[in-house]
């Protein structure tokens, strides 16, 4: 089983909409969590962490689910500037390494 | 302040040949990391650095491939007789040394490396 399973997508919504993905991780014990945004051809950003139930910045919003072990994050009111892969991130072993998952693609049509 | 810097952009290499790769992390980060993307694939860990010491390399996939860093600062990726699977982009980050500093990674621009 992989450290971190996301669905790839592509979510396609219209400008305004609300979209939501999950990503589930293996490590029961994994304390820290995050959220990377990676445009085409560019390296990743730090979108969001999370290190307790949840976070929320503005229009996006994470989610942890400890007992099932999964992470959402959910964009509201969805601009075309949100279009991107959305990178799920766990510091699975809580020490220096983070295991990425292969990404969530969400393009926001006009 | 300067982000992490990596050079060069791009790299065309013949199979073969050796390849040296550039990364100027962020001033005052002691932890250093590179990673290898290969086309819709996540991120793939290959070395961790504290300082100039590498307590993990658990992820460089052959002996052809090596890393060093000096002065705490600068790191160079060297991979040996390249080969066509070795075609990625190698990313570079870096971050603090403890607690949350040490989770928060900041990456480069990263390297593209095409081996023909």
């Known amino acids: 089983r992989k450290e971190v399973e996301q669905d790839p997508g592509p979510f396609n919504v219209p400008e305004g909409a609300t979209v939501a993905f999950n990503c589930t991780y293996s490590?029961?014990?994994?304390?820290?969590f995050f959220w990377y945004r990676q445009d085409c051809r560019k390296e990743p950003k730090l979108l969001m962490s999370?290190?307790?139930s949840g976070n929320e910045d503005g229009r996006f919003t994470a989610q942890l689910n400890r007992a099932s072990q999964y992470i959402s994050l959910l964009i509201r009111d969805s601009k075309l500037s949100d279009s991107a892969t959305y990178l799920c991130v766990v510091n699975v072993a809580n020490d220096y390494k983070l295991s990425f998952g292969a990404g969530t693609t969400v393009t926001v049509r006009a | 302040g300067a982000g992490v810097s990596q050079s060069p952009s791009n790299k065309v290499t013949e199979k073969g040949k050796d390849v040296e790769l550039r990364c100027d992390p962020i001033?005052?980060?002691?932890?250093l990391y590179w990673y290898r993307q290969s086309l819709g694939q996540g991120l793939e860990f290959l070395i961790y650095?504290?300082?100039?010491?590498?307590?993990?390399k658990s992820g460089l996939p052959s002996d052809r491939f090596s890393a060093e860093r000096t002065g705490g600062s600068v790191s160079t990726l060297t991979i040996q007789r390249t080969q066509q699977e070795d075609s990625a982009v190698y990313l570079c980050?870096?971050?603090?040394?403890?607690?949350?500093?040490?989770?928060?990674?900041?990456f480069g621009p990263g390297t593209r490396l095409t081996v023909l």
């Open positions: 490590n029961s014990a994994s304390q820290s």
């Open positions: 999370v290190y307790s």
């Open positions: 980050a870096s971050s603090g040394l403890t607690g949350r500093d040490l989770d928060t990674q900041y």
């Open positions: 001033s005052g980060h002691t932890a």
């Open positions: 650095f504290q300082g100039n010491s590498a307590p993990d």
